[in-house]
């Protein structure tokens, strides 16, 4: 049986993690006709200062497949999903954001282009639903000029929602980089690329951590 991992970095999410779990089970677990895969799903608290660890913490003690790290502060989704990355065991990995603006249904597309021979399967945004005007022109500028001066190309509104192989998944451990980007790596590594599409949402509750300052 394949394995996979999903792995969700998550700080200060006691908002979303409930809906989560309910469609992580619904969409993901439930749907897992005939046990054909092995699904272990590995949160990152990135040091929470709400009750997202005690949430998760109640479903690793329900469930076989739930499994957490937990971080001693707040060290950004970066290191949140380096950390995951570095612990999963499948033979894909998936991050995936925890407040389901990635729609968890896309998990399945994913598995179907990798069985039929991606190493990766980017997960691509069509629609910027909950984003303003210049939010949006910051990051085409953004894409615009990396992809002017980097010699390995950035795939346009790809985010860290993607599968990756665990051939890709080795190779991304083995770097020494500290500094991270992960979308960067992603693209660094090379393999055989595929993706997948969706609409952005809004997330389910609380609050983006990013703001203009850091994009
Ligand atoms: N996140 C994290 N550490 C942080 C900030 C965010 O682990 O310091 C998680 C967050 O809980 C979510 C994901 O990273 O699961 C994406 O964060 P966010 O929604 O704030 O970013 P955006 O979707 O606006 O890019
Ligand atoms: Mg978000």
Same mark, same amino acid.
């Given at each position: 049986?394949?394995?996979?991992?999903?792995?969700?970095?998550?700080?200060?999410?006691?908002?979303?993690?409930?809906?989560?779990?309910? =469609?992580? *089970?619904?969409?993901? &677990? !439930? %749907?897992?006709?005939?046990?054909?895969?092995?699904?272990?799903?590995?949160? @990152?608290?990135?040091?929470?200062?709400?009750?997202?660890?005690?949430?998760?913490?109640?479903?690793?003690?329900?469930?076989?497949?739930?499994?957490?790290?937990?971080?001693?502060?707040?060290?950004?989704?970066?290191?949140?999903?380096?950390?995951?990355?570095?612990?999963?065991?499948?033979?894909?990995?998936?991050?995936?954001?925890?407040?389901?603006?990635?729609?968890?249904?896309?998990?399945?597309?994913?598995?179907?282009?990798?069985?039929?021979?991606?190493?990766?399967?980017?997960?691509?945004?069509?629609? =910027?639903? *909950?984003?303003?005007? &210049? !939010? %949006?022109?910051?990051?085409?500028?953004?894409?615009?000029?990396?992809?002017? @001066?980097?010699?390995?190309?950035?795939?346009?509104?790809?985010?860290?929602?993607?599968?990756?192989?665990?051939?890709?998944?080795?190779?991304?451990?083995?770097?020494?980089?500290?500094?991270?980007?992960?979308?960067?790596?992603?693209?660094?590594?090379?393999?055989?690329?595929?993706?997948?599409?969706?609409?952005?949402?809004?997330?389910?509750?609380?609050?983006?951590?990013?703001?203009?300052?850091?994009?």
């Amino acid at each position: 049986m394949k394995s996979i991992s999903l792995v969700v970095p998550v700080y200060n999410e006691e908002e979303s993690l409930p809906l989560f779990f309910t =469609r992580l *089970d619904d969409i993901i &677990l !439930k %749907k897992n006709d005939a046990e054909k895969y092995d699904f272990e799903v590995l949160f @990152i608290d990135d040091g929470s200062r709400d009750a997202s660890l005690a949430l998760i913490k109640a479903q690793a003690d329900a469930s076989d497949h739930i499994k957490y790290i937990s971080f001693s502060r707040n060290f950004g989704k970066e290191a949140a999903l380096s950390a995951g990355i570095r612990h999963a065991t499948g033979d894909a990995v998936i991050p995936i954001d925890a407040d389901l603006q990635h729609p968890l249904e896309l998990v399945w597309e994913m598995l179907d282009k990798w069985e039929r021979g991606a190493d990766m399967v980017v997960g691509v945004r069509d629609k =910027r639903s *909950d984003e303003g005007f &210049l !939010k %949006k022109k910051i990051t085409k500028g953004f894409y615009k000029s990396i992809n002017k @001066i980097s010699e390995i190309p950035l795939i346009e509104n790809a985010g860290d929602f993607r599968l990756l192989d665990k051939q890709v998944v080795s190779v991304i451990r083995e770097l020494p980089e500290n500094n991270l980007f992960m979308k960067g790596l992603f693209s660094w590594v090379g393999f055989k690329v595929d993706t997948v599409h969706f609409e952005d949402k809004p997330r389910q509750g609380g609050k983006t951590t990013w703001n203009y300052w850091k994009l």
